[in-house]
């Protein structure tokens, strides 16, 4: 969380996959299950780093099944 405190504002999509060192299919599914809300610019989805530092200190819901 510290190295996403001294990000720029806004990141991209490859950019936070980057970050987290995962997959930027990862961080679509996030998107989809409502963990991070994005918004376009253009095509591409911008991420506020604000917005990801409050979703990576929510505490992570289980699903069953």
Do not use: H, K
């Amino acid at each position: 969380i510290a190295l996403l405190e001294r990000l720029p504002e806004l990141v991209t999509t490859s950019e936070l996959a980057l970050i987290l060192r995962c997959d930027r299919g990862t961080v679509q599914r996030m998107v989809y299950r409502g963990q991070l809300t994005p918004f376009c610019v253009g095509r591409t989805w911008r991420f506020d780093r604000e917005e990801v530092l409050a979703a990576l200190r929510r505490p992570a819901r289980v699903e069953n099944g």
